[in-house]
């Protein structure tokens, strides 16, 4: 990535633009970072939050990351809802309204407001948050990490389709990337009972 940076920013000097505006000129460059193990996958009850802690390292490659974004991909994100009888599966929008009720009383059980419930529940729509935090704070990084998201995610037939937004402001999280190594936690809240996997987050980040 260092390579990266330095070639585009010396780029831009080469076609006459001066220092700061190297910086802007320079395009992010995206970094994928998996997520494995128990960060990437959640069984989930309809409404209900679900969470995975862990720490993970971002390398810069020496360079000072000073600005970026936070990009969900909707390709990297499956969804398989629990099973039934002769292996086929159901899902909230199939089960009827007792079913949506009940993930709208799970939703507002977990203290999320009622639009909220609604989007979720009756919307089919995934609701993932991030929470970035420093190792030292890693038993506590959902409750006193910096918050990105809540990214929407909708679904269609249970598969995932579009992220709304797809990419937030990194900008409060720069130092922990620039430390190298961080804590970091996931929540998800479902409208289906089920599995819900994450392959991995990207960070899109510039100098």
Avoid at 50 to 61: E, P, R, Y
Avoid at 68 to 77: A, K
Avoid at 81 to 97: F, S
């Amino acid at each position: 990535m260092r390579r990266k940076l330095g070639m585009l920013c010396g780029a831009a000097v080469l076609a006459g633009s001066q220092i700061g505006g190297c910086l802007q000129a320079i395009p992010l460059v995206p970094v994928d970072v998996p997520l494995t193990g128990g960060l990437a996958s959640f069984s989930v009850q309809a409404g209900s939050p679900a969470k995975n802690t862990g720490t993970t390292s971002f390398d810069s490659g020496g360079i000072t990351i000073g600005r970026g974004n936070l990009e969900l991909d909707p390709s990297v994100i499956s969804v398989t809802p629990v099973g039934t009888g002769g292996g086929k599966v159901v899902g909230t929008a199939l089960q009827g309204t007792g079913a949506i009720e009940d993930c709208q009383t799970a939703c507002a059980a977990a203290g999320l407001a009622q639009a909220d419930c609604g989007k979720i529940c009756q919307d089919q729509t995934l609701r993932v948050s991030v929470w970035l935090d420093s190792t030292a704070n890693a038993a506590t990084v959902c409750d006193t990490g910096v918050q990105f998201g809540p990214f929407e995610v909708t679904l269609v037939d249970n598969v995932p389709t579009a992220v709304s937004p797809n990419a937030v402001n990194l900008q409060p999280g720069l130092a922990l990337l620039n430390s190298g190594e961080f804590s970091i936690c996931i929540e998800v809240i479902s409208p289906i009972a089920g599995t819900v996997a994450i392959g991995g987050i990207t960070f899109n980040v510039g100098l």
